[in-house]
């Protein structure tokens, strides 16, 4: 059979505690999980490319199934590109429940043989976003809480 990788496609700007527990709780699903750094011009980052590289790599440094690329584009076409196989998304409402549905199924009508796997997050994860991580930031608050060790240290 051939092997099965995920794509994990997103921001990470930066990556937190709940990107971590869907990363973790991926990993039995497939043989490899990249996570895909996307790159959309019309978003303003508030860590480089270079530093949200760092962050995911330095969290999952003892993971050999875990690998970092940054993409631009389309998801599904940096999917056919590595040969993945899966897209990989965390569900934390409602409101992620409507925008992902509507990604997965257009992702679906552009690239039938790549299949979207929806983890549901963890409770305890399910307020944390890198948005409110940001502004947390701006502010010199403190975001150890929310986020891997190798953002904060
Ligand atoms: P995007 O810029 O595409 O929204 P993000 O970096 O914000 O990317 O998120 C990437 C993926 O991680 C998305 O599927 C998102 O729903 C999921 N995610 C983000 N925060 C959490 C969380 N706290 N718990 C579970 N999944 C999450």
């Given at each position: 059979m051939s092997k099965k990788i995920a794509v994990f496609p997103g921001s990470f700007d930066p990556i937190t505690k709940g990107h971590e527990n869907i990363l973790t709780r991926g990993l039995p699903l497939f043989d490899e999980i990249i996570v895909g750094i996307g790159h959309n011009t019309n978003k303003n980052y508030f860590f480089s490319q270079?530093?949200?590289?760092?962050?995911?790599?330095?969290?999952?440094?003892?993971?050999?199934?875990?690998?970092?690329?940054?993409?631009?584009?389309?998801t599904v076409e940096f999917c056919k590109e590595i040969g993945a196989t899966h897209i990989l998304r965390g569900l934390r409402t409602s409101a992620d429940f409507e925008f992902e549905r509507a990604i997965a199924q257009m992702n679906n009508a552009m690239a039938p043989q790549i299949e979207t796997i929806f983890i549901v997050s963890d409770p305890a994860f399910s307020h944390i976003s890198s948005t409110i991580v940001r502004?947390?930031?701006?502010?010199q608050g403190d975001i150890a809480k929310f986020v891997p060790a190798a953002v904060h240290v």
């Open positions: 270079e530093r949200r590289e760092h962050f995911i790599k330095k969290t999952f440094e003892g993971e050999p199934k875990i690998k970092v690329m940054r993409y631009s584009g389309l502004d947390i930031l701006l502010y």
